[in-house]
């Protein structure tokens, strides 16, 4: 059994880009994009996840999908912003971030695609990047933080499986 489990989750169906939001840095999640993440933190909280804390992408939606899934988790896990996890980030520069968070058991990383795909595939040493849907949630072991060496793929669920799982 690992000491760390990283959860990495991507954010969930968000307002189009376009006229209405050409700040794509604000635009929020849909009703539906809500809806679906309530059933997958439901499929999660089913699996007995939880989380010490959740970083998130400081941009709206990834904001409001770290809000969803710490609501239908029990124990309400704090929400810290991490600037690594928005767009422009690097995989290095959250593996700083996890840094910060040696000794917690359960840490989980909201962000965007390419990013957490290029994320997964350094912490599991993945030549190609694991693909997210919106809403997908992987987990990778660790024996420590910040990560020495691959990590351990536990699992990765699309949004469809999670739905099903709820």
Do not use: W
Not at 5 to 33: F, M, N, Q, S, W
Not at 136 to 150: E, H, M, Q, T, W
């Amino acid at each position: 059994m690992a000491d760390v489990a990283i959860y990495l989750i991507r954010h969930g169906v968000a307002a189009e880009r376009g006229d209405a939001y050409p700040d794509d840095t604000l635009r929020p999640l849909t009703k539906d994009g809500v809806s679906r993440l309530r059933q997958g933190a439901k499929a999660l909280g089913g699996l007995g996840v939880t989380f010490d804390v959740i970083l998130t992408s400081p941009l709206v939606r990834t904001r409001q999908t770290a809000e969803v899934i710490a609501a239908g988790l029990g124990g309400k896990p704090p929400i810290e912003m991490a600037d690594a996890l928005a767009p422009e980030g690097t995989p290095a520069a959250v593996v700083q971030a996890l840094a910060k968070h040696a000794g917690k058991a359960a840490i989980a990383l909201v962000g965007h695609e390419p990013n957490l795909g290029e994320l997964a595939a350094r912490l599991i040493g993945a030549r190609r990047p694991l693909e997210f849907k919106k809403g997908g949630v992987c987990r990778i072991d660790f024996d420590s933080l910040p990560p020495k060496g691959a990590g351990s793929l536990r699992f990765f669920l699309t949004p469809k499986v999670l739905r099903q799982l709820a």
